[in-house]
């Protein structure tokens, strides 16, 4: 059996389902899947200043396209930083995904 990593299973999982855009800010727990994004295309990575505008272009992103705005962030403070932007996507039902909504 072929084994393949979380990263690139992670990121494989992203392209099936046709994610185009993901908006990331690295740390400890997601540098590995950042570097997994940095090795390949078809999904542009954003970097922006800080977690909490992050959630916000990821709503702006899902609003304007229609398409799922994906957010990546750490554990911790980077998980908590986005809830406010998560849920204003969610009550305005809007798609937005982060990536550490387990740690939430």
Known sequence: MRQISGNKLFV????EEDVEVLFGYPGAC?????????KQSGIDVIL???EQALVHEADAYARTTGKVGVCLVTSGPGATNIITGLADAHYDSWSVLPD?????
């Open 48 to 50: 922006p200043r800080h």
């Open 30 to 38: 997601t540098i590995d899947i950042s570097d997994e994004l940095y």
């Open 100 to 104: 550490r909504w387990r740690d939430i």
């Open 12 to 15: 494989k999982a992203l392209k």
